[in-house]
């Protein structure tokens, strides 16, 4: 069983950066994929980024390209998503999830996802 546990949200300006983490425990395997979702108000919950951890692949949505950093800290099994030039429509709940598998194929697919974490709001103002 894997638990994992976002922290590091919260309510910025345009232009502002954010970083979450998730801290992970329980059985990761070392090529699964780690990944971020969000959901807004009256939208589907969607991906933003997701990483192979062990192997370092990246996965991003086009919205955040550029803006959006993944990482995983392997020694303190936490994952990361460093936010810069937020964006009032980056305004979501951020989801940390783990895939018992590598991202190529599934990254953004929300069903391929076996463990979720509780979320954490992060609020962009203009």
């Known amino acids: 069983h894997v638990q994992l546990v976002e922290s590091g949200g919260g309510s910025v300006q345009a232009g502002g950066s954010l970083r979450l983490s998730c801290a992970a425990s329980?059985?990761?395997?070392?090529?699964?994929?780690l990944g971020w979702f969000r959901q807004a108000p009256g939208k589907e919950r969607e991906g933003v980024a997701s990483?192979?951890?062990?192997?370092?692949?990246?996965y991003y949505d086009n919205s955040v390209k550029g803006r959006f950093t993944i990482s995983h800290d392997n020694a303190k099994s936490t994952l990361y998503l460093q936010m810069n030039s937020l964006k009032p429509e980056d305004t979501a709940m951020y989801y940390c999830?783990?895939?018992?598998?590598?991202?190529?194929?599934?990254?953004?697919?929300?069903?391929?996802?076996?463990?979720w974490g509780q979320g954490t709001q992060v609020t962009v103002s203009s």
């Open positions: 999830a783990a895939a018992s598998q590598r991202c190529v194929e599934i990254w953004n697919i929300e069903s391929e996802y076996e463990y």
């Open positions: 329980g059985r990761i395997g070392s090529r699964d994929c």
């Open positions: 990483i192979t951890i062990g192997a370092g692949f990246e």
